[in-house]
């Protein structure tokens, strides 16, 4: 909660800058989501190769 109260009211302020103040309502639902998110990417991220436009990196 410590990191979502503040997180809402600066998204707040962003999306009604940038009217689109209906997209508030999607910021818990982000914030369920984001911590599955970043171990799913962080633990895909440990693999021992990777490819990218056609070059092997180690």
Known sequence: MIKCIPEWIFLGLV???LQKKR???YIPVTQII????VCLFGL???RPEYEWKG???V
Do not use: V
């Not at 984001?34 to 998110?37: G, I, L, Q, V």
């Open 55 to 57: 070059r092997k990196l």
């Open 34 to 37: 984001y911590p599955f998110y």
């Open 44 to 46: 895909a991220a440990q």
């Open 15 to 17: 999306l009604g800058f």
């Open 23 to 25: 997209s508030i309502i």
